[in-house]
Structures are given as C-alpha cells and as structure tokens.
C-alpha cells in the first residue's frame, strides 16, 4: 500500500500564473506555470501515515496537448485532483499546463479542458464527458477520511486516507454549474426538455452513468 508521508518545504512563488514557460516543439506551442502549493494532509501534527493518493495517475504518462490552433504536443504528464492541475515534466522540470481557453488535454483516456466554474475566480482542467451542444464535465477534487482520534489508543495504525471525488458540471449558456442533486434543485434549474427526455428514456437523473447518457441523447 502506498503512503504519502507529510513534507514542508515553501515555494518562493506559489502561484500559477506566477512565472510562464513557453515550450515549443516541432508540432506545436503550449504554457506552463508553477505548480500551486505542495499537498498538506490535514493532521499534520497527528503523526499519521496518509494512504492513497491526489493523482489520478501516479506515474508519469504521456499526454497529448492540442492548442486552440489545432497544432498537438506531446508531453509527460499527470493530473493532481488536489489542485485539478495537469503536472507536466520536461526536462526533469515539474510544472504545471496553464488552463487556457481553447486548450485540450488527452492523459489517460480521458481529455480535459479548461473551465471557468461557476462563482469561481480560476479556471481549472476538468474531463469533458460530453463535448456537444450540451456539454458535460467532470471536476476532480479529493477528501481526507482522518483516522479515529482515539487510534492509538484502540492500538491499530493511524492512517488518514485520501479519496479522490468528482462532481458534475453542465454548460448553461456561458456557465459552467455544478450538476443539481435534489429534486427540487432538478425541477428548478434542468431545462424541461431534459427532464422529460430523461423520463422517456426511464434514466435517473442522479446516477452519473444515466446522466451521461442522457447528454449523448440530448443533441
């Protein structure tokens, strides 16, 4: 089982956009930028192991980065659902891909894009699910589970856990918002053709494998 184990460093400049790196090859131009702070875990005076991981792709892999020009590029990468950046190494350099509009990224079967998200102020790389009129993403993050406070004393490992999430988010005109949970939330912001499709076609608009259906029906 792999662990990560706390470490404390301070970045000179922790923001993105801090410091910009063109980076050029034969095919095509993309930025990068500094990576956003290093992972913390949560009990960092607790002492405890942490078990998982904020990357959907531990190792390194190769990624295909295609600009708003269409020109493509190929790099080393990997996506950290802690801060929904695309890591990328070059030259034993780690930065972070810029989210600039008009960028698409395929790592690991899956292609992410930048986004705006609603009543945010940064835009973030999010897997696009469906790239159609009606586009459907998904936005990474992950949640700590802190091992029971009392796990010493009950002699068993304190181990907090690292749990990548993932949450849905639609495209209503030029927003990006968060795909709604309850009924009433359902009823109030879906537009009525989408949920009488979704009742036509006996899907739940709750189960993600539904509402990506959904989607591929809708255009």
Do not use: C
């Amino acid at each position: 089982m792999r662990y990560f184990v706390l470490f404390i460093y301070l970045l000179t400049t922790n923001l993105i956009l801090g410091q910009i790196n063109h980076i050029n090859d034969e095919t095509g131009t993309f930025q990068t930028g500094n990576i956003d702070s290093p992972f913390l875990r949560v009990s960092e005076k607790s002492g405890n192991k942490i078990e998982g991981s904020i990357y959907l792709n531990d190792s390194w892999q190769q990624a295909v980065v295609t600009n708003n020009s269409s020109q493509n590029s190929t790099i080393l990468a990997r996506f950290n659902a802690y801060h929904s950046e695309i890591e990328t190494l070059n030259n034993g350099t780690v930065n972070a891909l810029l989210p600039t509009p008009g960028i698409f990224v395929t790592l690991n079967s899956k292609m992410f894009t930048s986004v705006l998200l609603d009543k945010k102020t940064k835009p973030i790389f999010a897997e696009i699910l469906v790239n159609k009129k009606n586009k459907l993403f998904k936005a990474y993050s992950i949640k700590i589970n802190k091992a029971p406070s009392d796990a010493k004393l009950l002699n068993i490992e304190s181990i907090d856990k690292v749990v990548i999430k993932s949450t849905l988010y639609y495209q209503k005109n030029e927003r990006i918002l968060k795909f709604p949970s309850s009924k009433k939330e359902i009823k109030e912001k879906l537009p009525a053709e989408m949920i009488r499709t979704a009742k036509r076609e006996n899907l739940s608009l709750k189960k993600e494998e539904d509402i990506l259906k959904l989607f591929q029906l809708l255009d």
